[in-house]
């Protein structure tokens, strides 16, 4: 025994895609035991691409530590197969397009009369009720109906934010709801049903940009690097050409930029950058003054003043130095016999393996 949480714990994931995956995944890593069903060709994810020794990227970062069972639920003998493995489960996990899963006889508060202590958990696009429920929607459909794109990027063409942010909102959500059913069982010993929307997690996501513009009167602009609400916060050029990405959070701070960095104190309290609320109000002057100090200076030189005012800081970085990176962690795993490092989940614990766990061949038992 490993003594992690959720050993003894068998999920059952109806599952495809990212959202459901993600959850169920990180369900593995806790000790769970994942049993992904997969229709005959396999999760369509699997097909995104190929660039991990033939496996798809998506699918490798959410599918490690399971079993796959391929059921083609169209066929009765299948179905019953599907109920048995639910009959024996603690957790029915499913993400399929809508009104599907009640259609094939899965339907959540079905399974739960027929068995009281399963935690059930429906991801879906748009949520259980209103105009849009029967809709399907991906991560880039729901960044722009939440508005996730209006307040993304710079201004000019409209552009999705870089990863899925979406989906793996969702998945997360979608974790927390089924660990908290799982411990609510332990008092009550009855099942939850748990029901979670990409949509709804964007619109969490949305919650500042929304309650200012509903309550403030303005919404949020598109400003690139910059920040909305504070300033200074953004990209400064050096004299040497680099970047860097700088903040300030509040007037402590602010004064120890002005002083040690921009070498002139008395900036902190000029009339048009006294506050937060002034700066961004003149937020163009602002980033004048600094730029033109940063111009001055070469990138080791800003650094040390930064570091000097322990002002924040950072580098705009590729994806390629993402993985050089000295602080990024990673893990192994192996992938059709060869090891890949994949990125470290971003909590630690003491029921850490040392390396993750493979993803499944198409039906392969657990």
Request: aromatic share 6%.
């Amino acid at each position: 025994m490993s003594g992690k949480p959720l050993e003894g714990i068998t999920v059952v994931a109806l599952e495809q895609a990212v959202a459901a995956p993600y959850c169920s995944s990180r369900l593995a890593d806790a000790g769970a035991r994942v049993i992904k069903i997969e229709r005959p060709e396999g999760d369509f994810a699997r097909g995104y691409d190929h660039d991990v020794h033939g496996e798809s990227s998506y699918f490798v970062w959410t599918n490690r530590g399971k079993s796959s069972e391929v059921l083609d639920l169209r066929e009765p003998a299948a179905r019953a197969r599907l109920h048995a493995l639910v009959a024996d489960a603690d957790v029915f996990l499913q993400n399929l397009a809508p009104g599907a899963a009640e259609r094939l006889g899965f339907g959540s508060e079905a399974l739960r009369q027929r068995h009281p202590r399963l935690v059930t958990c429906d991801i879906s696009g748009y949520g259980e009720s209103g105009p849009l429920q029967h809709l399907k929607a991906y991560d880039l459909l729901v960044q722009a109906e939440s508005g996730l794109v209006a307040v993304s990027g710079a201004p000019g063409p409209w552009g999705r934010i870089g990863v899925s942010i979406c989906d793996i909102t969702a998945g997360m959500n979608a974790l927390i709801g089924v660990t908290q059913a799982l411990l609510l069982r332990e008092r009550t010993g009855r099942g939850s049903g748990i029901h979670v929307s990409l949509f709804d997690s964007a619109a969490e996501l949305m919650a500042v940009p929304y309650l200012q513009a509903r309550y403030g009167g303005k919404a949020p602009e598109r400003v690139g690097l910059k920040h909305p609400s504070i300033a200074p916060y953004g990209s400064f050029t050096c004299s040497d050409g680099r970047e860097i990405v700088l903040s300030i959070q509040n007037e402590r701070e602010w004064v120890a930029f002005c002083t040690a960095v921009l070498g002139d104190a008395s900036i902190a309290t000029d009339p048009r950058f006294a506050s937060n609320a002034l700066r961004v109000q003149h937020r163009a002057e602002v980033d004048a003054v600094i730029q033109a100090v940063f111009g001055r200076l070469t990138h080791g030189q800003a650094t040390d003043r930064l570091t000097e005012a322990q002002t924040a800081y950072g580098a705009i970085n590729s994806v390629h130095d993402l993985i050089a990176h000295p602080q990024l962690r990673t893990k192994p795993m192996t992938v059709h016999g060869r090891r890949v490092d994949v990125p470290a989940a971003p909590y630690r614990t003491e029921w850490d393996d040392d390396e993750y766990a493979p993803v499944p061949p198409i039906g392969r038992p657990g």
